[in-house]
């Protein structure tokens, strides 16, 4: 009914025309905000341990983006169910930008508090720009659900590489301007943001949530309100209970995005310390060049093949997707732990690690949203991105003191193990559908 019911208001020409409007005005928005979080991540665990002295406070800032993501994630799908996707995410972002400019004034005023409120805050940004893959399929065709997902996905890729890589012409602008130079690149941010925050306000007309319930999809209000009022996890984990499938689904977000962060927050300070190990006589700015350059690789390991990987969700199927993306995990944690003596051989395994996240993230989101029914699918949504942010909080927060004691090449097997365990749980799904003949 549910399948029959989207195929029907898609076969509306004008229902396609506003997705594609919705579609389009989702991508660029992604694209600007992107240029805002590939800064704080590259940053962020720098500022911590110059604000207060410690490495192991090094995944401090990283941890409140992911926290803030996590404790936002269900007011914001809450806002987007009472008055649509485009309030939602338009709110994020304005927060999003706030938090930047908090973050440029950290080193300005020594204040590791207003790191974190900073951070924070761009959490919210993160929590939003996550809401927006689950917009793009609001109206989205069936057959299409993992393509536009992926398309939105894909299009913070300019923003996402673009951001480390403005780190250096940030700094020099930040000395220009008489600031510290490490907030610099947060001006950028702080453009993105306003620029994103715009081009959704402008965008996101119909909002696509709001007119896929005028023609009889999604949630309408009867059955949006009673779930805003018990609004709270338990909702949103009832909905996923019920479907094996949609757990699936939660389960290799969440795990990816553990995974993810945990090595990410951390290749910053340790490339910092390779750099300097090596006798280097590197300027702050050069050496923010390098890492910039290896977080770039990353975020375009996360974002630039998403089309591929939306690709291979419909075609291949979103359970054997999830398995390649634990595979690329798996063999991301080993190429940077075996080479975190080499700058190159970190870069690939980052880049290696972000095309993991992808695949395990856009294909457990598709499983995920066509799981669950109509009346469980926000709630179920804001779950989703709640644990997310709770699981890369978790990470951070635990990334700084493994680094401290195992080093890097400890922090990446303590990040395969989680991997191997999502792999396990992966294929033994897929091998109960192949002997049920229902494989997805």
Excluded: C
């Excluded at 004008?14 to 989702?26: D, F, K, Y």
């Excluded at 896929?212 to 309408?220: C, I, V």
């Excluded at 980052?350 to 598709?366: C, D, Q, R």
């Amino acid at each position: 009914m549910k399948e029959q019911s989207n195929a029907a208001l898609n076969a509306d020409p004008r229902t396609r025309a506003v997705q594609r409007r919705v579609v389009i005005s989702l991508s660029l928005a992604q694209l600007f905000s992107g240029l805002g979080h590939g800064a704080g991540l590259a940053i962020g665990s720098l500022l911590a341990v110059e604000l207060t002295g410690s490495e192991a406070l090094a995944g401090t800032s990283t941890m409140a983006i992911s926290l803030a993501a996590a404790l936002a994630a269900l007011p914001l799908a809450g806002a987007a169910a009472r008055s649509g996707r485009r309030r939602a995410l338009v709110t994020g972002l304005l927060l999003a930008l706030l938090g930047s400019a908090l973050m440029a004034l950290a080193p300005v005023t020594g204040s590791f508090a207003v790191l974190l409120a900073g951070s924070a805050l761009l959490g919210v940004g993160n929590a939003a720009n996550l809401q927006a893959r689950f917009a793009a399929v609001d109206l989205a065709e069936p057959q299409h659900r993992g393509r536009d997902l992926a398309f939105v996905v894909w299009s913070i890729t300019v923003g996402a590489v673009a951001g480390p890589n403005l780190i250096r012409p940030g700094a020099e602008l930040g000395a220009a301007l008489g600031l510290p130079e490490s907030s610099g690149p947060f001006l950028f941010s702080m453009a993105g943001m306003a620029i994103g925050a715009t081009l959704l306000l402008m965008g996101l007309r119909p909002d696509p949530l709001r007119y896929a319930r005028s023609r009889g999809t999604g949630p309408g209000p009867e059955e949006s309100l009673p779930v805003q009022r018990r609004g709270t996890l338990r909702t949103g984990m009832a909905a996923v209970r019920q479907q094996p499938m949609a757990m699936l689904g939660l389960s290799a977000v969440v795990g990816a995005h553990l995974v993810m962060v945990a090595v990410m927050s951390m290749t910053p300070v340790h490339l910092q310390a390779l750099d300097q190990a090596g006798g280097h006589q590197h300027s702050q700015t050069d050496t923010f060049a390098i890492i910039g350059f290896t977080i770039s690789l990353h975020m375009a390991g996360m974002y630039a093949l998403s089309p591929l990987m939306g690709w291979l969700t419909d075609r291949l199927g979103r359970t054997p997707t999830i398995i390649l993306g634990q595979l690329m995990l798996l063999a991301a944690a080993a190429l940077a732990g075996v080479g975190e003596q080499d700058t190159w051989l970190v870069g690939a395994g980052l880049m290696l690690l972000g095309l993991g996240w992808s695949a395990s993230v856009i294909a457990g989101s598709t499983l995920l949203a066509e799981s669950v029914p109509d009346a469980g699918r926000i709630p179920a949504q804001g779950l989703s991105d709640t644990l997310m942010g709770a699981a890369g909080a978790l990470g951070a927060a635990f990334s700084g003191p493994v680094l401290a004691a195992l080093g890097f090449a400890g922090l990446n097997a303590a990040a395969a193990v989680v991997a191997a365990v999502l792999l396990g749980a992966a294929a033994t799904a897929w091998r109960r559908d192949v002997r049920a003949g229902a494989v997805s």
